[in-house]
């Protein structure tokens, strides 16, 4: 059972829900973040569990939204339904078969002046990330089109991925502002966010880009 109101992340304002094992995966672990906002708490990112937290989240100041990275998630457990959700217009169509979709973007834009929404397609049409700039912290949500496995940074190729469109948003992610990672998918028992600089941002990147140009899958 996730416990937001008690999983602390060490960073202020940012809870995590407990980890669950990806089905297919189960040495990977993932987590959905409330993000605690003046303006709308925010939900990103799904796991399953999260309808028996919902007097731990309404402690927090309940949900505004939910966005989640892209369709896959909801394939996990269905999202919130207390929550109004939202989520690129091109994973809308296969996201609807587990879920009520409120709205969808298709462009790069500002919710209020602190959390950015950012089209990342590639491992699914409309992946996307999510910038949150926290007033002392910028954290980027990458899903999993960036990934932690053992502390390294990978991506996930899918048969049904874009490769070339992947490489693109990798590309622009590296452009970003950014000191803390946040994706969707981390190993178990490991640290699930990544402290980072512009250098080993960087590095990091042009390691997953020369891995994908070869026609590897992470």
Known sequence: ?????????????????????????????VRA????????????????????????????GGISRQYLNHWHEAMVASPSPEAPLF??????APLEQHAHVRATFSRRHLLDDDFEVIPTPGHTPGATAFLWD???????????????????WTAAVLESSDRERYIDSLELIGTLDF??????????????????????????????LERLRRGETH
């Open 134 to 152: 926290t007033g002392r912290r910028r954290l980027l949500f990458t899903g999993d089109t960036i990934s932690l496995d053992e502390g390294r």
């Open 87 to 92: 989520v690129h217009e091109r994973d809308r």
């Open 179 to 208: 000191d803390v990672l946040v994706p969707w998918v981390a190993t178990a028992g490991q640290a699930y966010y990544a402290e980072t600089t512009p250098e080993d941002t960087a590095r990091n990147i042009d390691a997953i």
């Open 1 to 29: 059972m996730t416990q937001l109101a008690h999983f602390d992340t060490g960073i202020e304002g940012l809870h995590a829900s407990h980890p669950e094992p990806l089905p297919f995966a189960p040495a990977l672990h």
């Open 33 to 60: 973040f409330l993000l605690a906002r003046a303006r709308g708490n925010l939900l990103v990112y799904n796991v399953p569990g999260l309808e028996s937290d919902a007097a731990a989240i309404e402690q927090l």
